[in-house]
């Protein structure tokens, strides 16, 4: 979604060379609903955005997703940050992100339910886009032929869109008051590499731990009932 905001995409092809790598396997969740009908979604994932020099130091880390005008104020300080190293990163960087370290705003309802939620959240899109059955009601002063099917389609796009924005708008809002300023912390220790920091910064930053096969999802999304653990 980012990379097709055409005021990103030209941002980033004019200033940077984009790269993608997978840190792990992507997590597939198949819900049974009974009689053929089955869910299956990929789950819990998430991203970072490492922006680099050219020889790989990070100059900083863009957690999640965010805002297209939150995502190109990060880039651009960033860019900022290299263009006035001159000499060296080697003692800028640390120091760039010890003067911007503030502690963070804990949004603890975001980290516990948001496995939970999420799941919950593509179960009901997956009901509401199913189109009813060939339904045609007669209605309005010039019986206006309303076509069920069509509405049952348009409606869940459209209020697709507005939970899209308003997500999009809280995940903008806890990156930038609570990971923003542990990615701060972890860039103020020294220089470093992607490598070296990227378990951390799942771990710790986007609370998406890589050395669990579950990601979490086991005693967040399926709990109670007969998935409690025993």
């Given at each position: 979604?980012?990379?097709?905001?055409?005021?990103?995409?030209?941002?980033?092809?004019?200033?940077?060379?984009?790269?993608?790598?997978?840190?792990r396997a992507v997590p597939i969740v198949e819900i049974d609903f009974g009689?053929?009908?089955?869910?299956?979604?990929?789950?819990?994932?998430?991203?970072?955005?490492?922006?680099c020099s050219p020889d790989g130091r990070v100059?900083?880390?863009?957690?999640?997703?965010?805002?297209?005008?939150?995502?190109?104020?990060d880039l651009r300080y960033a860019l900022n940050l290299y263009r006035a190293s001159?000499?060296?990163?080697?003692?800028?960087?640390?120091?760039?992100?010890?003067?911007?370290?503030?502690?963070?705003?804990?949004?603890?309802?975001?980290?516990?339910?948001?496995?939970?939620?999420?799941?919950e959240h593509l179960v009901k899109m997956s009901i509401d886009?199913?189109?009813?059955?060939?339904?045609?009601?007669?209605?309005g002063p010039n019986d206006t032929v309303l076509d069920v099917r069509k509405l049952d389609i348009e409606?869940?796009?459209?209020?697709?869109?507005?939970?899209?924005?308003?997500?999009?708008?809280?995940?903008?809002?806890?990156?930038?008051k609570e990971r923003?300023?542990?990615v701060h912390k972890l860039l103020s220790e020294k220089v470093v590499r992607p490598a070296d920091v990227t378990k951390r910064v799942?771990?710790?930053?986007?609370h998406c731990d890589l050395d669990d096969p579950y990601l979490g999802l086991v005693t967040k999304a399926f709990n109670g009932g007969g998935y409690e653990d025993r």
């Open positions: 979604m980012l990379f097709s905001n055409p005021k990103v995409s030209a941002f980033v092809r004019d200033h940077f060379i984009a790269a993608w790598q997978n840190v009689g053929g009908v089955k869910l299956k979604r990929t789950v819990n994932g998430n991203v970072a955005t490492y922006v100059l900083d880390i863009i957690p999640g997703l965010n805002s297209p005008e939150s995502y190109l104020q001159f000499a060296s990163l080697d003692p800028l960087i640390p120091e760039y992100h010890r003067a911007n370290v503030t502690e963070p705003t804990r949004y603890e309802w975001v980290r516990d339910d948001k496995a939970k939620d999420m799941v886009k199913r189109p009813a059955a060939g339904l045609r009601v007669v209605a409606r869940p796009v459209r209020e697709l869109s507005r939970e899209d924005a308003a997500l999009l708008a809280a995940d903008t809002e806890s990156n930038r923003k300023p542990l799942y771990k710790e930053i986007l």
